[in-house]
């Protein structure tokens, strides 16, 4: 799909986008029996203890189920009518309201980056090292971040394999200047994605390069003033990058380990504990809300909802190409129908994997977020719920062959030809050769 860059042309097209989506709310509603698979379900009947709860969101295209399931009132279907989705300022704010709690005027869950309910529940990253339990209901995507770099970088088209970026970045370091590579949150799936790639190409990232956090909606105007040299995030703010002719898109992090899991929808124990019933609705509302976003008829009004300004507030045509599987990288290659499309659902996209847990718990081990021997396998058995995921499939009548009949995805090969095998997760560690972990 081809759009003028004219800033008129964006307004016009990111208003008529807005009134196209927005058109016939109520008739959607109206007809939310015959527009989803399930119809008016019994866990409206079995009555959900109460019926709101506040979700937080970050401004990124994973979020996009939230935005629908409020949008297209499956929230209210399930009945939680009252269900409010808060954007948050980053994913330090996201962790601070969430060991608040709605009580404490923060919220009781969120879009959230896969590792985070881990580091709150074990008190990693809470004030005073307190803990608050956190259980994690479901994935809510796979695939689909992207690293890019600045314009300074363009001659080399930097892709997966970092060394060339090494060479720059040394050259860089020798005038006098510093050298910084940007991420959302320590520990997370962005911190960890962007130490993957530069560690694969022989670049220490606590030693080489300066990593920073930096809140997702920042990272273009920081990028712009020169803040960073490379980044990690989602969309809309990578093709963001690329449409104001700051820098490129590397890699899209499907490329570095194919269907990863990314974000999930994480809740505080303590509120899913006193209220199964509205935690459950919450789910289900979430889950159909992912097989509509998945869907490749729904992909343009998807991203005029992602678009709006309450959500994502950006121009749809920074969101709708890759929304939609096109990938202009900025470098002049372009692939249409990529295989790193987000998914919300194909694929057991929403199915939360302990398996993959696992591995996010390992590389946190490997940057010394987690020690070495700590009860992985213990954490994950409380923090992940797939038990809850399994009970809102059955009651969604989700076909058999959409549900993963094991907690494990098995072996997982990256793109630099390691393997996690979870039975072994340890063996994965050794054979990293850049890591914090002293392991034997």
């Not at 506040?54 to 499956?74: H, M, Q």
């Not at 694929?347 to 070495?372: C, M």
């Not at 994950?380 to 959409?402: F, G, M, S, T, Y």
Request: aromatic share 10%; with cysteine; hydrophobic share 40%.
């Amino acid at each position: 799909m081809t759009m003028k860059k004219g800033s008129h042309t964006r307004r016009s097209l990111s208003r008529r986008s807005f009134l196209k989506a927005s058109a016939g709310t109520a008739a959607l509603l109206g007809a939310v029996n015959t527009q989803f698979p399930f119809g008016m379900h019994s866990a409206m009947a079995a009555g959900p203890e109460v019926t709101k709860a506040k979700l937080g969101f970050i401004a990124l295209s994973d979020a996009g189920p939230l935005f629908v399931a409020k949008e297209k009132g499956l929230f209210a279907k399930y009945g939680m009518p009252d269900v409010e989705v808060e954007k948050q300022a980053s994913w330090g704010a996201t962790r601070d309201n969430l060991v608040l709690g709605s009580e404490g005027n923060g919220i009781d869950g969120a879009h959230i980056l896969t590792p985070m309910p881990y580091l709150i529940s074990a008190g990693k990253v809470t004030q005073n090292n307190q803990p608050t339990p956190m259980y994690i209901l479901a994935r809510l995507n796979l695939d689909s971040q992207c690293i890019s770099v600045g314009k300074e970088y363009a001659d080399l088209k930097l892709g997966l394999d970092a060394k060339p970026f090494k060479e720059a970045l040394e050259k860089k370091k020798a005038t006098g200047k510093t050298v910084k590579a940007a991420m959302t949150f320590p520990g997370g799936t962005h911190d960890l994605w962007i130490r993957y790639w530069l560690a694969a190409g022989g670049i220490d990232p606590d030693k080489d390069i300066e990593t920073i956090v930096v809140p997702p909606a920042q990272m273009v105007a920081n990028m712009k003033v020169g803040t960073m040299d490379c980044f990690c995030v989602g969309e809309p703010w990578n093709l963001q990058l690329v449409h104001q002719g700051i820098g490129y898109t590397a890699l899209t992090t499907g490329e570095l380990w194919n269907k990863h899991p990314e974000k999930a929808l994480g809740m505080r124990a303590a509120w899913v504990d006193k209220n199964p019933n509205a935690a459950k609705a919450v789910l289900m509302a979430v889950m159909e809300a992912q097989q509509w976003s998945d869907k490749a008829e729904n992909k343009a009004e998807l991203a005029a909802i992602m678009g709006k300004r309450n959500w994502m507030n950006c121009p749809v045509e920074d969101v709708l190409d890759r929304t939609a599987g096109k990938f202009d990288y900025g470098t002049g290659r372009v692939v249409e129908n990529s295989p790193h499309i987000m998914k919300y659902w194909r694929d057991f996209a929403s199915y939360p994997f302990q398996s993959h847990d696992l591995w996010f718990l390992t590389e946190d081990i490997r940057w010394g977020k987690f020690e070495v021997g700590f009860d992985t396998k213990a954490l994950i058995a409380k923090v992940n719920r797939e038990d809850l995921w399994r009970e809102a499939a059955k009651e969604l009548n989700v076909p058999a062959d959409q549900i993963p009949t094991s907690k494990s995805r098995g072996k997982e090969t990256f793109f630099d030809g390691k393997v996690f095998d979870p039975e072994n997760p340890m063996a994965y560690l050794k054979s990293l050769a850049i890591k914090r972990a002293e392991v034997g």
